[in-house]
């Protein structure tokens, strides 16, 4: 979206009673900072998420830069989130070497310098030689999230991050081994476990139910293609969409070759890949399904609202969140 429409559904969340409005910088796409900047000046409450930058096309200095002038913008509002990025996408524009190592040196470089730290660090990666930012930071600490799917990725985020993001198409079931992941790379590291757990879903809000449901198919349709073709390097990730999703295996292949044959995800997505990968249904219902999703550890939910009107499905929930 432009900056100019993300503002307008930025002062929508924030009327509506949302906590936080997250941008996902996906490469070749627009760069998010325009966006995330127009809205930090447009709003006065909610959070701004930065989910996420990949340090394969922006060194962690640069990530650190970028974020702490976010902050200052917003009056400590801003959030960075850091992820390995898709391999798929990177490989066009540079070897997609040692994905790991380069997400534990980019959290490490960064966090350090937006806590107002020199830096002296030198990674398998990435390297920083008595570097620390020329301004004064509004926070002691702006948060550094670490976006993961698979285990590896998850222990580094609790080994050096200060919340987890987890992405979309992620099964509800993850979300606890998520976190026990968290708590073993945390406890290797001698440190407290993240308690902030970010999940994005795509999300169909509708006074009609039924409605909401066959709206948001194309959505999901359209991610599990994506995902399941760029994640082809990595089964990990794979794993990660794929299992404890509770549709038999043999069913889960079958639509992802329909997809791929370019069938509509209307007819071969079941009520089960809706209940399974977003939020659909009522207001009410979306609320309760958030609430579930609460109780699987999740601390926070980032909403991708796929119908034509954003601002219509925003105001439905709002105005049901502001009533509980």
Request: proline letters at 5%; aromatic letters at 8%.
């Given at each position: 979206?432009?900056?100019?429409?993300?503002?307008?559904?930025a002062?929508?969340a924030e009327?509506?009673?949302?906590?936080?409005?997250?941008?996902?910088?996906?490469?070749?796409?627009?760069?998010?900072?325009p966006?995330a900047?127009?809205?930090?000046?447009a709003?006065?409450?909610?959070?701004i998420?930065?989910?996420?930058?990949?340090p394969?096309?922006?060194?962690?200095?640069?990530?650190?830069?970028?974020?702490?002038?976010?902050?200052?913008?917003?009056n400590?509002?801003?959030?960075?989130g850091i992820g390995?990025?898709?391999p798929q996408?990177?490989?066009?524009?540079?070897?997609?070497?040692?994905?790991?190592?380069?997400?534990?040196?980019?959290v490490?470089?960064?966090?350090e310098?937006?806590?107002?730290?020199t830096?002296?660090?030198?990674?398998?990666?990435?390297?920083a030689?008595?570097v620390?930012?020329g301004?004064e930071?509004?926070?002691?600490?702006?948060?550094?999230?670490?976006a993961?799917?698979?285990?590896?990725?998850?222990?580094?985020?609790?080994?050096v991050?200060?919340g987890?993001?987890i992405?979309?198409?992620c099964?509800?079931?993850?979300?606890?081994?998520?976190i026990?992941?968290?708590?073993?790379?945390a406890?290797?590291?001698?440190?407290?476990s993240?308690?902030?757990i970010?999940?994005?879903?795509?999300?169909?809000?509708?006074?009609?139910?039924?409605?909401?449901?066959?709206?948001v198919?194309?959505?999901?349709?359209?991610?599990?293609?994506?995902?399941?073709?760029?994640?082809?390097?990595s089964p990990?990730?794979?794993?990660?969409i794929?299992?404890?999703?509770?549709?038999?295996?043999?069913?889960?292949?079958?639509?992802?070759?329909?997809?791929?044959?370019?069938?509509?995800?209307?007819?071969?997505l079941?009520d089960?890949?809706?209940?399974?990968y977003?939020?659909?249904?009522t207001?009410?219902?979306?609320?309760e399904q958030a609430?579930a999703?609460?109780?699987?550890?999740?601390t926070e939910?980032v909403?991708?609202?796929?119908g034509?009107?954003?601002?219509?499905?925003?105001?439905?929930?709002?105005a049901?969140?502001?009533?509980?």
């Open positions: 979206m432009s900056a100019q429409r993300c503002v307008k559904l002062r929508a009327l509506g009673a949302f906590a936080s409005i997250w941008f996902a910088e996906n490469l070749y796409e627009r760069g998010i900072l966006a900047s127009a809205c930090a000046v709003t006065e409450r909610v959070r998420g930065i989910g996420v930058f990949n394969y096309n922006r060194h962690p200095t640069l990530m650190a830069m970028e974020a702490g002038a976010l902050d200052e913008l917003s400590g509002r801003a959030v960075l390995s990025g898709v996408w990177i490989a066009r524009i540079a070897p997609h070497e040692k994905p790991l190592a380069a997400l534990r040196d980019a490490i470089i960064s966090r310098l937006l806590a107002g730290r830096v002296t660090y030198r990674g398998r990666m990435f390297a030689d008595q620390h930012l301004f930071l509004r926070r002691k600490q702006v948060p550094v999230y670490v993961a799917m698979a285990d590896r990725a998850l222990k580094i985020c609790g080994e991050g200060d987890l993001i992405g979309n198409m099964p509800p079931a993850y979300t606890r081994h998520a026990a992941m968290l708590g073993l790379g406890k290797a590291a001698g440190r407290t993240p308690v902030s970010v999940k994005y879903v795509p999300c169909s809000v509708h006074r009609d139910a039924r409605e909401a449901q066959r709206a198919k194309p959505a999901i349709g359209a991610m599990l293609k994506s995902y399941w073709t760029a994640y082809e390097t990990a990730v794979r794993s990660t794929a299992d404890n999703n509770e549709i038999e295996p043999v069913r889960f292949a079958q639509v992802l070759h329909r997809l791929g044959e370019g069938r509509d995800p209307i007819m071969e079941d089960r890949f809706v209940a399974t977003a939020v659909a249904g207001a009410e219902q979306c609320l609430a999703l609460g109780q699987t550890g999740v939910l909403f991708s609202f796929v034509p009107e954003p601002e219509a499905e925003l105001q439905l929930l709002g049901a969140l502001g009533g509980r």
